[in-house]
C-alpha cells in the first residue's frame, strides 16, 4: 500500500548561526590543503628498499595507489659516471653509505655533472604520480662513505657543493618535485663544524642563491631548523648559523620549512620503543608547538622575514601495523609506533613528514593491504582539487576508502590489544563504529563509541563529529539537487538512544544544521530534518522502519520553488512506502551542504548504551538534474 501524505505537519525551529566548536579530533577544514609526505626508509633493520626515481618510473602500480599526498625520493644517478667514481651502481646492492644518490654524495668532493642527472630527471618525468602531488627528494649531510668529505673552509671544495646543491634543485625543478627534504642532523660527519659562524652564515647564503637560481619557488623542509635546543645539540653544530644565511639568502617565491622532527614522537603509546609511560599528543600539545615554532623566530637573524618565509611544519611517525609491515617484522612489535598524524596534519601550515622504519608500502601495495585510517586521513587533505564530486554514485561493491570516502577518528585511541595482555597496542578498524564490509558490500555503523585499550571503555562525548562520508560539491538552496540513500536497521538501539543519521551534512557543522538528513529514532519513527543557517525544518515520516528491510530515501530539492520532495520506498521491491512535499521552506538562505554519508549524533553530549542501534549504508546517489 502507498502511503502519501502531501502536505507534512512542518516544524520550524530558528536558531543563531554557530560554526563547529573546537574538538579534539581534527575537522576536515583543518585537513585540508595539508600534505602528508611519506619519508619511510623500508627498512632501517634490513637491507633497505631505496624509493628512488627510476623505480618510481616502473612501479605505476604503486605510486597510483599510494595513500599519501606525497613521497620523499632519492635520485639515482647515472651508472657510467658511478661507476667512473668507483661507487655501487646498483641500487638494490650498495655498499654501505656507498649508493648511487645524489644525496650520498651532496656534501662530498665528487661533482656531480648535468650528465649524470638527466637519467633521473627522465624517470620522474614519466612517473604516473596519482595522488602524490607534493613529492621532495631527499638531500642530507653525506660525504659519499667517508671517502670524499669536504672542507667547508676551502673554497674550492665549497664550489663543488654548491654546485652539486644546484643539480639537486635542478631535478626539482625538472622533475616536477615540491623541492628538498633536508635532514640536517650531521650523522658522524659534520661539516658545519668547521669555520666561524660568520663563515657559515655566508655559506648558508651562496647554497640558496645556487639552489633558487636552478629552482626560484624551492620548498626546503628542514628536519631540525631553528629551536630553543639547537645550539645544545651535537648533531646540529654549526647548522643554525647556515640556516640562518639560507633565510638571509632567500627570495620569493621560495619557502622554508621548520617541520620539526621531535615531533614525530607526540602521541607515542605506552612500552614502546622510546618511552615507558607514552607521550601526549593531544591537541594541546601540537597547538603549544606550533605557537613555539612560529616563536623560534627569535633564535633566526631576520626574525621578520622568519615570520613571512618560513612555514609551521611537522613530522609524524607511522608504522602502518598490521597492514603493510615489512615481511618478516613482528606485529605489536615495541619499535611499531605511531603519533598523532592526523593532529600533526592539523596543526602544520601545510607539511607533515612521515617516517617509518618497518613499513614497507612497495612489498605491500594494493587495496588487501590498504590502511583504513591512513587512506581515510589523506582522502580529507584535498591535495588534488578533485575529491569534491558533483555526483556520487556509490554500492559499495568494494572498499570505499579507495574513492574518497573518509570517517572521523581519534588517533589517540584507535589501537588495541588482548584483553589481560601488555602487549603494545596494533591499529584495528575495530576501534571505531564504522566501517566497510566486504560481505556486505555496505557500511557497518554502530551507535555509540568504545575506547581504551581493550575496547572495554564507553566513550562519552561531547559536540565531536562522527561520520562516514563521501565529499560532494556543495548542494543547497541555490541548486537543484537529488540524492539517494539505500539502507538497512540490522538492530534497534535503547529507549533512550540518540538517532540513526543518513543523508548530506556540511563538513564544518554540527548534524542538526547545513543538513539534509533522514534521523530513525529507537522505535523507528523517522524524520527529515532540512536544517539551514538559521532555522531547521522537521518532516515527520508517517512510516515505521523495521529492522531487517532495505530502505530507500529519495530526496529532490528545486531551488527556484524551494521546495523538498521527499520519499520513503521499499528498496527490494520498489514500493513507494510514503512521500510527501515541503515548499516554500523558510529560513534556507545560504543552506550548503558538502558531505554525502551517515553520522552519529554530534550536537551535543552523547553516551555509549549497552545495546546500539546497528544499521547498513548499502547505496548512495548524489545527482545534479541538467549537470549543475
Known amino acids: 500500500m502507498v502511503r502519501r501524505l502531501l502536505w507534512p505537519v512542518l516544524l520550524c525551529i530558528w536558531w543563531h548561526p554557530q560554526l563547529a566548536s573546537p574538538q579534539s579530533w581534527p575537522r576536515p577544514a583543518e585537513l585540508r590543503s595539508k600534505k602528508l609526505v611519506d619519508a619511510g626508509i623500508y627498512t632501517l633493520w634490513s637491507r633497505p628498499s631505496s624509493v628512488h626515481s627510476r623505480l618510481l618510473a616502473e612501479r605505476p602500480e604503486f605510486t597510483t595507489a599510494h595513500p599519501f599526498d606525497g613521497i620523499a625520493l632519492r635520485a639515482l644517478l647515472a651508472a657510467d659516471w658511478c661507476h667512473g667514481q668507483g661507487l655501487q651502481a646498483d641500487p638494490a646492492d650498495p655498499p654501505a653509505n656507498q649508493d648511487p644518490f645524489l644525496d650520498s654524495v651532496a656534501w662530498s668532493t665528487r661533482k656531480i655533472p648535468v650528465t649524470a642527472v638527466e637519467s633521473a630527471i627522465a624517470d620522474l618525468q614519466r612517473v604516473q604520480w596519482g595522488t602524490l602531488t607534493d613529492n621532495f627528494l631527499w638531500y642530507q649531510f653525506r660525504d659519499s662513505g667517508g671517502t670524499s668529505p669536504v672542507d667547508i673552509t676551502q673554497p674550492e671544495e665549497w664550489a663543488v657543493v654548491k654546485h652539486n646543491a644546484a643539480m639537486a634543485a635542478r631535478i626539482c625543478r625538472m622533475g616536477k618535485l615540491k623541492g628538498l627534504l633536508f635532514d640536517t642532523e650531521q650523522y658522524g660527519y659534520a661539516p658545519l663544524k668547521r669555520g666561524t659562524p660568520e663563515l657559515r652564515r655566508k655559506l648558508g647564503g651562496e647554497w640558496m642563491e645556487a639552489v633558487q637560481q636552478e629552482f626560484p619557488g624551492i620548498r626546503v623542509m628542514l628536519t631540525f631548523a631553528w629551536s630553543n635546543a639547537v645550539d645544545q645539540a651535537e648533531f646540529l653544530a654549526g647548522v643554525k648559523d647556515f640556516l640562518n644565511g639560507m633565510l638571509e639568502g632567500l627570495v620569493e617565491p621560495g619557502r622554508l620549512i621548520n617541520a620539526h622532527e621531535n615531533t614525530f614522537y607526540y602521541g607515542q603509546g605506552a612500552r614502546t620503543r622510546f618511552t615507558k609511560e607514552g607521550f601526549p599528543g593531544d591537541r594541546k600539545r601540537y597547538e603549544e608547538t606550533r605557537a613555539a615554532i612560529r616563536g623560534w623566530r627569535s633564535f633566526s637573524t631576520l626574525p621578520i622575514k622568519y615570520d613571512a618565509a618560513v612555514q609551521v611544519g611537522m613530522a609524524a611517525w607511522w608504522e602502518s601495523d598490521p597492514w603493510n609491515l615489512v615481511p618478516g617484522w613482528p606485529s605489536a612489535h615495541k619499535n611499531t609506533i605511531w603519533s598523532n598524524v592526523s593532529m600533526a596534519l592539523a596543526a602544520s601550515d601545510e607539511y607533515t613528514w612521515c617516517w617509518s622504519e618497518h613499513t614497507d608500502y612497495l612489498r605491500t601495495s594494493g587495496k588487501q ?3 583504513p585510517f591512513l587512506a581515510s586521513l589523506t582522502n580529507q587533505t584535498f591535495n ?3 575529491e569534491a564530486t558533483p555526483e556520487l554514485q556509490e554500492t559499495f561493491a568494494s572498499d570505499p576508502l579507495g574513492r574518497g570516502w573518509y570517517f572521523d577518528f581519534d588517533m589517540l585511541d584507535v589501537g588495541r590489544r588482548p584483553a589481560g595482555s ?12 564504522y566501517g566497510w564490509s566486504a560481505q556486505e558490500s555496505a557500511v557497518r555503523v554502530v551507535g555509540g563509541w568504545r575506547g581504551g585499550k581493550e575496547g572495554q571503555t564507553r566513550r562519552v562525548l561531547q559536540n565531536q563529529r562522527r561520520r562516514y562520508v563521501h565529499p560532494i560539491k556543495a548542494a543547497g538552496s541555490q541548486t537543484d539537487w537529488r540524492a539517494e540513500f539505500d539502507f538497512q536497521i540490522e538492530s534497534f538501539g535503547g529507549a533512550v538512544d540518540r538517532p540513526m543519521i543518513l543523508g548530506l551534512f556540511h563538513s564544518d557543522h554540527l548534524v542538526d544544521r547545513q543538513t539534509c538528513a533522514l534521523w530513525i529514532g529507537p522505535q523507528g519513527k523517522a524524520t527529515v530534518v532540512a536544517g539551514g543557517p538559521q532555522m531547521v525544518t522537521r518532516i515527520p515520516i508517517a512510516a515505521v522502519c523495521q529492522h531487517g528491510h532495505r530502505y530507500r530515501l529519495r530526496m529532490s530539492y528545486s531551488s527556484p520553488a524551494q521546495s523538498l520532495g521527499v520519499s520513503l520506498e521499499d528498496a527490494v521491491g520498489e514500493r513507494v512506502l510514503w512521500s510527501g512535499s515541503a515548499n516554500q521552506l523558510a529560513g534556507l538562505e545560504g543552506w550548503e551542504m558538502d558531505e554525502a554519508g551517515v553520522a552519529q549524533w554530534d550536537a551535543g553530549q552523547t553516551s555509549t ?14 545527482t545534479r538534474p541538467g549537470g549543475g
Open 369 to 371: 593491504r590498504r590502511n
Open 384 to 386: 588534488t582539487g578533485q
Open 422 to 433: 601488555e602487549r603494545p597496542l596494533i591499529f584495528t578498524q575495530q576501534a571505531v563504529p
Open 609 to 622: 548504551p549497552k545495546q546500539p542501534y546497528r544499521l547498513l549504508l548499502q547505496a548512495v546517489r548524489v
